[in-house]
C-alpha cells in the first residue's frame, strides 16, 4: 500500500507539472542560469545555505526540458514523503502513517502555486530530512559532540531547514531518553546553540544580509526580506507528521477516508494558491518562448484575463501563422497600440512577447532594450538562460562580437544552451555559416543598420522596417492593424499602396478588404462602384452590416460580424 500510495503520488505530480503546469517549470527555468565552474560553486559556499541554493539550481536547470522538469519535481515532493515515513519508522516505530505522509509534500505542492517560491525550499527540506534520518540511522552520529558540530555545518550548507533536524532529532531524544529533563535541556541548549550561530554568520560573517535572510533562509523565496507563512508551515508539518501516532488509521475506512480528506484538501489548495489570472500571463509568455503559435491562439480565444501582455502575444502568434490581416478582431485589443509592441513594466515576465516580436521584425537594438531590462528585473539578481541567450544572438548581428562572447562564455558553462552556445561562437564572424542560420540571416536582412532602434510612433516604426526590406510582411501587416486599432484611417489608406504595390491587389486580406470598403463608403461611393480589389463578398457583407446595425445594433455583438473592423469601429 505504501509503494503504490507513493507512486500515485509521484505520477500525479508528473502529469500536473508536465501537462497541467507546464509554465511553472518555464518559468522559473528562465530566471537563473546554472554554470558549471568552480567560481560558481563557491560563490554559493559563500553563502550560508548556498549549498541548497546551489542543489535547486542544479535541478532547476533541467526545467528547460518540461518532462524532464516534471520528474525531478515529482521526485523531489516523492521523496520529501517516503523520508517523512522512514523517519517516522525508524526514528519513532510508528507505521501508520501513509496518508498523512504526503502533507508536507502537498503543502510544497501547495505553496508553489506562488511564483515567487524559489525551489531551494524543496530542496532544502529533502536534504535536512535526509540528514535526519542518517542520523538516525547511524549510531556513531548519535553523540550529543557530534550534534553539536552537525548544526552549524548543516546550517551553512541548508539554511533555515536546518531547524527541521534539531527539532526532530531533539525530540527523538527526549522520548527515548532515561532522563527526559537533561535531554529537554540539550535540545533547548541545540536551539539556543543555533540562533548563537546564526547571531554570528549574521553580524562577524556575512554582514551583508538582513537578519530576517539569514534566519529565514537566502533564496528561499524570490523577493529579499519576505517570508511567507507557508514556509514555516511546511517546517512545522515536517516536524509534526512523523510524531502522529494514530493507531486509527490502521483501520482500512478510516485510511481510505484520511487519503480521500487529503486529495480534497490538495485539489483546493491548488484552485485557491494558483491564481488563474497570474498564470494566464506566465502561460502566454511560455507559449511564445516555445513557438507554440496556435496554442497561444486557442488559450487567449476563451483567455477570461485580457491584456495588453496577452494582446502582445496573441498579434504575434497572429503574424507568425500569416493569420493577422484576416483575424485581428476575433481577439480582444485592450491593449491598443501597446498590444503589439508593449510598454516595459519592471516585472519579471510582462516584455516577454514584445522582445520575441521585436526579434522577429529585425528590431534588434529593441531585443537587447528588452532583454536587459527584463534580465535587470529579476528580484533576486539572477542571470537568465533566455535572455542571455537573446542578447548574444543581438551582439551577433550587430557584429560586435567581443560583448557576445561574454554572454556565450555564461551559457557553454551550461548544459541545455551549451551546444548553441558553441554553434553560435563558430558562427562569429563567417559569413558562409551566418547565412546557414534561417532565422539570423532573415533577420540580418530585415534590420536597420543605422542605430535605429525605437519610436512612439509605432506605425511609422513599422513602416521604416518595411521600407528598408520589403520582405519583412509582418511589419507592414503590424503598420496596417495599428492604424485600425486606433482607427487611423487616414494613415492605413496612405499604407495600401505600398502593401498592394508589394503583395498585389488579389485576395486582399479581409480586414483590410472591409477598412477599405468602410473609407470608401463614408466618403459617398456606392457601394458596387468601389475599387474591383474590394470582393463583391465584402460589398454584399458591408450592405448586410449598414441593414443590420440600423435595425438593431445590439444584434452585432454575436454572429456574423462580430469579428469584424464595422463592429469595432462603430461600436467600441
Known sequence: ???????????????????????????????????????????????????????????????????????????????????????????????????????????????????????????????????????????????????????????WLIGYCVWIFIIIIGVRNIILSTD???????????????????????????????????????????????????????????????????????????????????????????????????????????????????????????????????????????????QLPDRLFEFNQMGGPAGFISRFEYNSFSCGPTAEACYQLGLINSVLRYNFDMQSAIINCKNSGRFCKRIAEAYILNQRYDVAQRYLNLLKSTIFYRSWALQAEASMGNEELMQQNADWARIDRMRIRNGYNFTVETDRMMMALFDHCNENKMAIDYALCICLINRDLKSFIAYMPYYTKAYGKANLPRIYQQAYAWVCYQNGYKIENMPDFISEQTRKELKDFNYAYLLNPKSLERGRFANSFWKYIVMN
Open 180 to 322: 527526559r529533563l537533561k535531554a529537554f535541556g540539550m535540545l533547548t541548549a541545540h536551539v539556543l546553540y543555533c540562533i548563537g550561530v546564526q547571531f554570528f554568520v549574521a553580524y562577524v560573517v556575512t554582514r551583508n544580509y538582513p537578519l530576517i535572510d539569514i534566519f529565514c533562509g537566502i533564496d528561499y523565496y524570490s523577493e529579499r526580506m519576505t517570508i511567507p507563512f507557508w514556509q514555516h508551515l511546511i517546517a512545522i508539518a515536517c516536524v509534526l507528521i512523523p510524531l502522529c501516532n494514530i493507531k486509527l488509521l490502521q483501520k482500512t475506512w478510516a485510511f481510505y477516508t484520511a487519503a480521500a480528506l487529503v486529495v480534497a484538501a490538495t485539489v483546493g489548495g491548488i484552485i485557491t494558491k494558483y491564481d488563474a489570472a497570474r498564470y494566464s500571463f506566465i502561460k502566454v509568455d511560455y507559449l511564445v518562448r516555445t513557438g507554440q503559435w496556435d496554442a497561444v491562439l486557442d488559450f487567449c480565444k476563451d483567455n477570461k484575463y485580457p491584456s495588453e501582455f496577452a494582446a502582445t502575444g496573441v498579434n504575434l502568434a497572429l503574424a507568425m501563422t500569416g
Open 1 to 155: 500500500m505504501k509503494k503504490l500510495s507513493a507512486l500515485v503520488f509521484a505520477l500525479a505530480a508528473f502529469v500536473f507539472w508536465a501537462f497541467v503546469r507546464p509554465e511553472w517549470l518555464n518559468f522559473h527555468e528562465q530566471y537563473q542560469l546554472f554554470q558549471f565552474s568552480t567560481e560558481y560553486l563557491t560563490d554559493y559556499l559563500a553563502l550560508p545555505g548556498g549549498m541548497a541554493v546551489y542543489a535547486s539550481e542544479f535541478l532547476v536547470q533541467f526545467f528547460y526540458n518540461t518532462y524532464l522538469g516534471a520528474f525531478v519535481v515529482a521526485a523531489v515532493l516523492c521523496g520529501i514523503a517516503i523520508l517523512i515515513e522512514k523517519i517516522a519508522r525508524r526514528g519513532f516505530n510508528i507505521d501508520n502513517l501513509t496518508p498523512l505522509n504526503f502533507v508536507p509534500s502537498i503543502l510544497i505542492w501547495i505553496y508553489s502555486g506562488d511564483e515567487k517560491m524559489l525551489f531551494t525550499l524543496p530542496t532544502a527540506v529533502l536534504l535536512s530530512l535526509s540528514a535526519t534520518y542518517l542520523f538516525i540511522r547511524a549510531e556513531k552520529l548519535k553523540s550529543t559532540y557530534i550534534q553539536i558540530a552537525a548544526i552549524p555545518i548543516l546550517y
